[in-house]
């Protein structure tokens, strides 16, 4: 069984930076594809980044560029996500999951096994 743990979430600042945390467990997590979306509240879950098995390509949504970047070390089960310079758009709840469907890397109907989310709340 597939678990998937988010966690970093936080108040903070406009300009603040924040390093949101995904464990994954269940699977063999050096061989997924992972990404992260948010939810805004009342709007659709939102493809933010994502990142293949090896962290050697990334994939950033153009209202992040600049300021977020992903990671993961394959050792500890973990992706992360930088958040740099946060605006009070980027309040969301965070999700990350595994790729689990050849569909578009966007599309969050190509991954399964969400965790519960972390929760984001920027001020201005």
């Known amino acids: 069984q597939v678990q998937v743990v988010e966690s970093g979430g936080g108040l903070v600042q406009a300009g603040d930076s924040l390093r949101l945390s995904c464990v994954v467990s269940g699977r063999s997590f050096s061989n997924l594809f992972m990404g992260w979306f948010r939810r805004i509240p009342g709007k659709e879950r939102e493809f933010v980044a994502a990142?293949?098995?090896?962290?050697?390509?990334?994939y950033l949504a153009d209202s992040v560029k600049g300021r977020f970047t992903i990671d993961r070390d394959n050792a500890k089960n973990t992706v992360y996500l930088q958040m740099n310079s946060l605006k009070p758009e980027d309040t969301a709840v965070y999700y990350c999951a595994p790729r689990t469907s050849g569909a578009p890397y966007d599309n969050f109907e190509s991954y399964s096994d969400w965790g519960q989310g972390t929760r984001v709340t920027v001020s201005p």
């Open positions: 990142i293949n098995w090896n962290g050697l390509s990334t």
